[in-house]
């Protein structure tokens, strides 16, 4: 992902996250509320998976505000032990305006997606492009976001999601 992002330091309090399924399309949205705004970009960062997966990132002023996971990837793994990693501060990402093109609203980007769950489905990581080594931000009370050395988005952590509607629980 060639997409600039850089880590800021929070403005106020860590923003508190919502999770919403879709029963009858399977979206997983996640909103980030009481996040301050930056300077930068204003729109949508599309990830388009080869497989036809496809996740979009709602940014606003600049700032990460939400996920919508549309379309999951063919390559969803259960984990017997998903460590969720330490994050390094907490902080947001912040996406820069393009200077080639300040008024674009949407951006495209073909990489590979791949989701990997614990057996509850209550730890969600979406990795972004093939693994690699990447700086841990949490963002919100329950999303910590990926980042590699070149400041690209390399992976988003959902924690302490909700099950999806329709499934039943047994003891």
Known sequence: ?????????LDGKLPKVSYRWDPETDI???ACKGVAKATGFDGT??????????????????????VEVVSWPDDVRTLDALAVPEPMKDGRVVFASRKSQPDVAAVEVDT???VEKNH????LHV??????????????DHVLVELDKQSRLAGL???????????EVTA
């Open 112 to 114: 590979a997606l791949t």
């Open 120 to 123: 509850t489905e209550s730890v």
């Open 1 to 9: 992902m060639s997409f600039e992002t850089r880590i800021e330091p």
């Open 45 to 66: 960062v599309d990830l388009e998976g080869d497989d036809g997966s496809f996740v979009l990132l709602d940014v606003v002023g600049g700032v990460l505000r939400g």
């Open 28 to 30: 997983l949205s996640v």
């Open 157 to 167: 952590w959902f924690l302490e999601v909700p099950p999806f509607p329709n499934v």
């Open 127 to 140: 990795r972004v492009g093939r693994m690699r080594i990447a700086t841990v931000v949490r963002i919100a």
